[in-house]
Structures are given as structure tokens and as C-alpha cells.
């Protein structure tokens, strides 16, 4: 196996990192922008957070393709013009005009017709544009790094993909501020759109000029690969499962409907939780000062309120970070499957919790902050068990196909827990229903058993 030192094998992983973290920005603090939406444009919570529910999609959808070209054509292409494409859907949600703020005031089904073309430009160029290229930023790093780093594939797969959370903390209380400011947002969240929208085109350009595959047979100085394991008749060496071999096992596919189980709770709970908290404390702040349920609260009171609620998302996105990192060389020590069902049973009592949790900001952050450890810990935890199950050859088709779990959870969770929502009247029903689904997930991580591994 060759060595090679002239490109230094950290700097995949520092353009993994400006990659995720874009991705981030893109996507895990939209749950503050439902409210000023609402408000500017006269739209309900399940046709905002529709919005949300196809970009995830989209995005998820877009991870498989996205590394067969990347295998093709090499990941820094493929981040380059994907990352413009994000940048410039997320730019243009900036571009779209506001109705008339009497025609919104008067509601009615004037405001909703004015409401509806808007309401489809949210979908294209948030939705549609920026999730596809999205889709194609966040695959490539993850398929690339850990070719990097043999000896630390685990660590590589998580340092990739710790920018999600990252984003997320920077975009979280940022938006918030902005949208509060009388100098950028006046309440509005279109100028975020803009601004943020700037910064994510700066941000791929440089992470792809990061990313390059590396020679093949590729090792690290002072790395031996492990030798092959000893069976009875001798050295037994075992090659690495095709693409087509993987799709036919029943464990990817269970793989494939726990991931689901995991992102579909995950994503609501992002999706909704500010507006969750916002919500809860509004009315406790009501009934704390004897106010009628209808009786508009303060409007410094209701940017503290916004700016308290906007800690939950930024708690569960440091969480979400942090454990990206972290997990990995655990799982390399004690196996992914006990970590999976460990965090799996937390993440069920976590949902429970979090309805109560809305009123008081301190106990949603620390709900929040359990979330994001658990949902973060994902997507080291099912990329590792894809190598651990399939190895590294297949890894960008493998694991696209596999995150495409996340997309269709992305528009099922945003989506039905809009709905819910609205039907109830309560943010509880959707996060019971989360619970439900995440004990699926325990059931099928709790039973689950590696593939036979494949003679060379």
C-alpha cells in the first residue's frame, strides 16, 4: 500500500466540516422562522413547516446520487456546484414579496390567496433548490474523509458531520437576533435568508476546494492495516461487501427503518421545537399575569420570550455537535449496538418529557440538550455500522442509499407533526407519537446482527 504526505489528510476533514456546518445553517434552525413566516405572510404552522418537510426530502433523497457522481467525478466537484446551488435556493427565499400587511391583518380568504403564490416560491427555492443542492454537499466528505484515516474511520465519519450541530448553534440565536433587530429584520425573517444565504456560498466554495480522494492503496505513515483474522484452517481474508450485495441483506434494511424511526422523532422535534416553546411560555406568561388567553403579550416580552425559546434549538445543536466526536471512539471500543439501544430508550423518555418542558426555558434547554445528543449521535453511529457491516469500497453508495431513511423522515416527521399540531391544538400528541415510533427502532437495534462477512 502507498503512502502519501503531500496533501495532508486533515484538510478532507476540515472541508467536511465547513460542508456540514453550511448544511447546518441550511437546515436545523428552522423552527425559529415559523413564527415571523406566520406572521408576515399570513401561513399556518403545517404549511411552513411543509416547507421543511420537503427539504429534508429532497435532501435525503439526493445523498445516493450525490455519491455515485461523487465516486464518478470526484466529491470536490460534486460539493462545488451542489453548494452554489444551495446557497443560491437559499438566497432567493430573501427575493420573495410579502403580501400586504392589512390584507394578512384582515384574514379571511383574501389573505389566504395572497399568501398561496409566496407560499409555493417558499417551497421551490427552500425546498426544491437549496435542498437538492444541500443533498449533494453532504454525502462527498462523509465518503471521503474516512478513506483518509483508515486507522480512525469512526472519528474521521464524525468530525465530517459534527458542522451540522455547529450550524445549527450559530444559526439558532443568529437568526433570532436578526429577525428581532430593527436594523436588519424588523420582525421579518427574509433578510436572514439573505445575508446567511452570502455566507453559505463562501463557505462550499472553500470546502470543496478541501476535499480530494486520496491515492489508491492510500495509508497513513506508521499504519498497518490489521491482519486477517485466524480461522481453522489458516488466515481467512474477507472482502468488502458490492453495492448490490448490501441492498440485498435484511439488516440494511432494518438499518434503513430504525434510521427512520430516529430521524422521523429527531426532525419534528427540530422543526418544532422553538415554536413549541414559544407557545408554552406565552401562556404561561399569560397565566402568570392574569391575562386573557386571546390578550397580546408585551412586545419586549415577546422577543424575550422568542430569544428563551431560540435556547432550546441552540442547546440541542451544541449536544448535536458535541457527540459527533465523541461517540465515535466509544463505538469502536464497546460496539454500536449497545450505544444504539441505550440512546434509543433515553430518546423515548426524552419525547415524553417534552411537552411539559415547553413552559420553563432551563428544563426545555436540558430536554433539548438530551435530544441532540441522542439524534446526533445517528449519524456517527449508522455511517460506522454501514463500514463495520459492508467496509469502506462501497461506503458513498451504501450509506447514500441508506440516508435516504432521513430524507423520507424529514418529510414525514415536519410534516405530520405540523398536522398534528394543527388538529389538536397541542404540540403533545406529535411528540407521543415520536415516542411510539423511536420503541421501533429499540425493538429492531436490540435484535439486530451483522451480515455474514463475504470470503475474498
Known amino acids: 500500500m502507498s503512502e502519501q504526505t503531500t496533501f495532508p489528510r486533515w484538510i478532507p476533514l476540515l472541508g467536511g466540516l465547513l460542508g456540514s456546518t453550511t448544511c447546518g445553517l441550511l437546515l436545523y434552525a428552522f423552527s425559529v422562522f415559523i413564527k415571523p413566516l406566520q406572521a408576515q405572510f399570513g401561513w399556518t404552522v403545517p404549511q411552513v413547516a411543509l416547507a421543511y418537510a420537503i427539504i429534508c426530502l429532497i435532501f435525503g433523497l439526493m445523498t445516493f446520487p450525490a455519491g455515485r457522481l461523487s465516486d464518478k467525478f470526484g466529491p470536490r466537484n460534486v460539493v462545488l456546484i451542489g453548494g452554489i446551488i444551495m446557497a443560491f435556493g437559499f438566497y432567493m427565499v430573501s427575493t420573495i414579496s410579502p403580501p400586504d400587511p392589512a390584507v394578512i391583518a384582515a384574514g379571511g380568504d383574501a389573505a389566504k390567496a395572497a399568501g398561496q403564490k409566496p407560499l409555493y416560491m417558499l417551497y421551490l427555492y427552500y425546498g426544491v433548490i437549496a435542498g437538492f443542492g444541500g443533498g449533494c454537499v ?99 481474508a474477507y472482502r468488502d461487501y458490492t453495492y448490490e450485495e448490501t441492498k440485498k441483506t435484511a439488516q440494511f434494511w432494518l438499518l434503513w427503518v430504525a434510521y427512520f424511526c430516529g430521524s422521523f422523532a429527531g426532525l419534528m422535534v427540530i422543526g418544532l421545537i422553538a415554536a413549541h416553546g414559544i407557545d408554552a411560555m406565552s401562556l404561561a406568561y399569560k397565566a402568570k399575569n392574569a391575562l386573557d388567553a386571546a390578550a397580546e403579550i408585551p412586545a419586549q416580552e415577546a422577543k424575550n420570550i422568542a ?139 436490540s435484535t439486530l446482527k451483522a451480515p455474514e462477512k463475504k470470503p475474498a
Open 138 to 236: 453532504y454525502l462527498p466528505p462523509i465518503a471521503t474523509a474516512p478513506k483518509w484515516w483508515p486507522d480512525r474511520r469512526a472519528l474521521a465519519t464524525g468530525f465530517t458531520v459534527v458542522g451540522l450541530g455547529l450550524g445549527s448553534f450559530i444559526m439558532a440565536p443568529m437568526a433570532t437576533y436578526m429577525i428581532n433587530s430593527p436594523g436588519i429584520g424588523n420582525g421579518s425573517a427574509l433578510p436572514v435568508f439573505k445575508y446567511v444565504g452570502i455566507a453559505m456560498g463562501i463557505m462550499v466554495v472553500l470546502a470543496a476546494l478541501c476535499l480530494k480522494v486520496p491515492p489508491p492503496g492510500y495509508k497513513p505513515a506508521g499504519w498497518n492495516p490489521p491482519a486477517p483474522a485466524a480461522g481453522s484452517g489458516g488466515p481467512k
Open 307 to 445: 430569544m428563551a425559546a431560540a435556547g432550546a434549538p441552540s442547546t440541542l445543536a451544541i449536544f448535536n455537535a458535541l457527540v459527533r466526536i465523541l461517540i465515535g471512539p466509544l463505538a469502536d471500543k464497546i460496539g454500536t449496538k449497545k450505544i444504539f439501544v441505550t440512546l434509543f430508550i433515553l430518546q423515548v423518555g426524552a419525547m415524553l418529557l417534552l411537552s411539559p418542558a415547553g413552559s420553563n426555558a432551563t428544563f426545555l434547554a436540558a430536554i433539548a440538550a438530551l435530544i441532540g445528543w441522542n439524534y446526533g449521535a445517528m449519524f456517527t453511529l449508522f455511517p460506522a455500522t454501514t463500514l463495520q457491516y459492508y467496509g469502506p469500497t462501497a461506503q458513498g453508495s451504501n450509506y447514500g442509499l441508506l440516508f435516504t431513511a432521513w430524507g423520507v423522515a424529514g418529510f414525514c416527521g415536519p410534516y405530520f407533526g405540523g398536522q398534528l399540531r394543527a388538529m389538536t391544538g397541542s404540540f403533545l400528541i406529535p411528540f407521543v407519537v415520536s415516542a411510539v415510533i423511536l420503541a421501533v427502532a429499540v425493538i429492531i437495534l
